[in-house]
Nanobody, 111 residues
Framework: QVQLVESGGGLVQPGDSLRLSCTASGSIYSINGMTWYRQAPGKERELVAGFTSMGSTNYAGSVKGRFSISGDNAKKTVYLQMNNLKPEDTAVYYC?????WGQGTQVTVSS
């Protein structure tokens, strides 16, 4: 069993930054494969950024250059640094690992 808990969401203005965290517990031994998704109202859930099974990173084209994923294996935690936020980044952000989802954290970008 795996539990994923996200935190760090909030209401910010365009151009602001936020850092999301996702901490795993249970039978997880590596942050490899941990991925951030997001779902905006009325839209499908989409991949934002993640670690592959080999530990490299990948990003959605819409966030490249603005978002950065990092992690700490000892803490079983991944972070999503989001800079230069835009209104279109508004969504619930979810952490995912090996068929398990977190509860999500709301990010709202609005002036």
């Amino acid at each position: 069993q795996v539990q994923l808990v996200e935190s760090g969401g909030g209401l910010v203005q365009p151009g602001d930054s936020l850092r999301l965290s996702c901490t795993a517990s249970g039978s997880i031994y590596s942050i490899n494969g941990m991925t951030w998704y997001r779902q905006a109202p009325g839209k499908e859930r989409e991949l934002v950024a993640g670690f592959t099974s080999m530990g490299s990173t990948n990003y959605a084209g819409s966030v490249k250059g603005r978002f950065s994923i990092s992690g700490d294996n000892a803490k079983k935690t991944v972070y999503l640094q989001m800079n230069n936020l835009k209104p279109e980044d508004t969504a619930v952000y979810y952490c995912y690992k090996r068929s398990f989802w977190g509860q999500g954290t709301q990010v709202t970008v609005s002036s």
